[in-house]
């Protein structure tokens, strides 16, 4: 049962270098609600990109969390906990499968 949900979100960074993806953990079962926490946090780190980028939507969710998973990541329902620009494969896998 998915409990959480591993987001990407697009930040824009300063001149004219492309966007970056920032990836998230959401203690939310909820997608679009893990979504929207995502963009909520995410805002901290900068702008939101408002279009796609090389194929990338600005917010996208990665992967669902098992209760396990969310559990691993220490966190209570509703939690968020930035995971850095890198790919999360200890959450989602290494990513072959998606687009990234």
Do not use: C
Not at 10 to 38: G, N, T
Not at 70 to 85: N, P, S
Request: hydrophobic share 45%; glycine share 12%; net charge positive.
């Amino acid at each position: 049962m998915t409990t959480g949900w591993v987001i990407g979100v697009l930040i824009e960074q300063p001149k004219d270098d492309p966007p970056l993806r920032h990836f998230y953990a959401v203690a939310q079962p909820d997608r679009a609600r893990a979504e929207w926490s995502a963009i909520d946090r995410a805002l901290a780190a900068g702008p939101v990109a408002a279009s796609p980028w090389s194929g990338q939507e600005p917010v996208a969710a990665i992967g669902p969390l098992s209760a396990k998973a969310v559990g691993d990541l220490g966190l209570a329902v509703g939690e968020i906990k930035a995971l850095g620009v890198r790919w999360p494969r200890r959450w989602v896998g290494d990513g072959r499968s998606l687009a990234n």
